[in-house]
């Protein structure tokens, strides 16, 4: 009990410390986020359109995402430097491939005759992706939106190793100081900021599926 | 006036082995024209060339004496009604938005396109607040309603209709072919429907095209394919079946040999109604053991029926 008051009256003492790097988390994140939903949407959707390139980029990214992320950081400090770029260059690098493969996914595993009947009635290509293929793979795409951030919300936590701002400078603190009770303060942050985001693109998700499918359930 | 012509056409996904051969055939404006044969015959490929989603190796395909290789193909399968197998509606679109798409493409004022859903939606039965309801909430039948219902949206002189009716129950199938033959007949469009039911073929053609192994084995009128096959094959696969189905379609009061009132014969006192099948004729003539049959039409008696009735209609179609 004792641990966790300390912790709390750590939080409260402080407090602008923790909003500082709060706001700042979420401005990293932030940025990450949007720069992986706009890459990662377009090389889902050009890697739909050309099969052939599917395997190539799938495999590459999916080689990326297996590098342990401390061993990227690393790597990039040699390259970047040390700082927020690098930070940026690691959170891109690791959330694209969820991004990209949703995006993927939902957009093949259409149906096949919803495609043949709306090209057999004169849609061009790109009609085709804007009327019919990105609404229904919507829920598909919000579902790898929806991990992407999350992962990089918490990825975020430890961008602070290659000296990046945010929560993770807390958490770098309590461990080089031996001051647990800063840890956890930085690290629970970090978890209610990842679970607070991911309800409520959760129930974008929901809506969005009711929408598109008529059924909130997944569809397997 | 012929609107529809394969010239030669020729197939083949492999080199020389021929999936569709030396389609040579013309549609001629306001025919209903079924398509079939066995699965893998090529009568789906055959269809899918006219709107160009399977390309064709050999030979031509004019639509309205055009070539279709000068055609721009998306202005040329906008006017041409489409609907498919399952009618693939899209999901996350409502009726309305199903019914106008073609319309939408087309870039048409809104307005014009609720109009033209409603007065579609009102052809084809079905009650107006359907259009702001999806696809999901819809029965098999319904869905087949809304279907045609969007082929019909930017008044095409052609439907291609691939099995349509295939998903559904027996009762919703029969009532959905005679609502499209009456859809043809009043809207006088040029349909190519395909469909492996023989007796669906020929109850909506008016003109039927048997195929096998890519190849056209025998067109014609069904009275000449029932009647007069002109080879083994179309013998074969319309066997009984193509037989029944002919007489079911075909009503009383088509064949009946028409009698004032007045000269109605006092011998002939058993009677069917003009619009039964000539199959139910033939039924009431064993079953009362009778040569004739007086048939009643809207206002009393209109004619009578007999065996020879057939005979002629049949040598008449041919």
């Keep these: 009990m004792n641990f966790i008051g300390n912790v709390a009256r750590l939080y409260q003492e402080r407090s602008e410390f923790f909003i500082r790097l ?17 890459i990662g949407l377009t090389i889902g959707i050009v890697i739909a359109k050309n099969r052939r390139l599917a395997d190539p980029v799938l ?14 950081f690393g790597i990039l400090v040699a390259i970047t430097g040390i700082g927020n770029r690098s930070a940026l260059i690691a959170l891109v690098v690791y959330g694209l491939l969820p991004m990209i493969r949703n995006t993927y996914v939902a957009i093949t595993e259409i149906d096949e005759l919803i495609i043949e009947s709306a090209v057999g009635m004169g ?8 009327k019919i293929q ?3 793979a919507l829920p598909v795409i919000i579902a790898g939106f929806r991990i992407m951030v999350v992962m990089t919300i918490a990825l975020g936590g430890i961008a602070s190793f290659i000296g990046a701002g945010g929560l993770g400078v807390a958490i770098w603190r309590g461990i080089t100081t031996s001051f647990p009770e800063m840890t956890v303060a930085g690290s629970l942050l970090v978890a209610f900021l990842a679970i607070f985001v991911d309800l409520i693109l959760g129930l974008l998700e929901k809506i969005t599926r009711k929408k598109v499918l008529g059924t909130a359930e997944k569809l397997s | 006036m012929e609107i529809i012509r394969f010239r030669n056409v020729s197939k083949a996904y492999i080199l020389e082995d021929w999936v569709i051969h030396q389609l040579d055939f013309s549609i001629e404006k306001g025919e209903f024209v079924t398509l079939i044969g066995p699965s893998g015959c090529g009568k789906t490929t055959m269809l899918k060339m006219i709107n160009g989603l399977i390309p064709f190796d050999r030979g031509d395909i004019l639509i309205n004496g055009q070539s279709i290789r000068e055609w721009d193909m998306i202005r040329l399968r906008r006017q041409i009604g489409y609907v498919i197998q399952q009618i693939a509606l899209f999901p996350h679109m409502t009726i309305e938005k199903n019914i106008s798409y073609v319309l939408d493409l087309l870039k048409v004022e809104r307005e014009t396109q609720r109009k033209r859903s409603e007065e579609l939606i009102d052809l084809v039965g079905l009650e107006r607040s359907y259009l702001k309801r999806y696809p999901r909430e819809l029965s098999g039948g319904q869905k087949q309603r809304v279907g ?20 559904v129950d027996d009762i919703t199938r029969k009532i959905l072919q005679k609502e499209m033959k009456q859809l043809h007949k009043m809207l006088e469009k040029t349909i190519v429907f395909v469909t492996h039911d023989i007796e669906e073929a020929i109850h909506l053609g008016t003109k039927m095209v048997l195929m096998d192994q890519g190849e056209i084995v025998q067109a014609g009128t069904k009275e000449e394919m029932v009647f007069s096959p002109n080879n083994e094959f179309t013998k074969r696969f319309l066997e009984s079946k193509g037989f029944n189905a002919y007489l079911g379609q075909l009503t009383i009061k088509e064949v009946c040999t028409l009698v004032k009132q007045k000269k109605v014969s006092d011998e002939i006192i058993e009677t069917i109604d003009g619009d039964a099948s000539v199959l139910e004729g033939i ?6 053991g009778v040569k004739h049959l007086n048939v009643i039409g809207n206002n009393g008696i209109i004619g009578r029926f007999s065996l020879e009735d057939i005979k002629e209609k049949i040598k008449k179609g041919e």
């Design chain 1, 134 to 136: 990105l609404p229904l």
């Design chain 2, 283 to 288: 039924r009431r003539l064993i079953e009362k």
């Design chain 1, 59 to 72: 495999s590459l990214v999916n080689f990326i995402y297996t590098i342990p992320s401390i061993a990227l």
């Design chain 1, 123 to 130: 849609t061009t290509q790109k009609q085709l992706l804007i």
């Design chain 1, 22 to 38: 709060t706001l700042e988390h979420i401005y990293l994140s932030f940025i990450a986020i949007l720069i992986i939903a706009i």
């Design chain 2, 148 to 167: 045609v219902a969007r082929a019909l949206a930017a008044d095409p002189e052609i439907v291609l209709m691939d099995e349509p009716f295939g998903a």
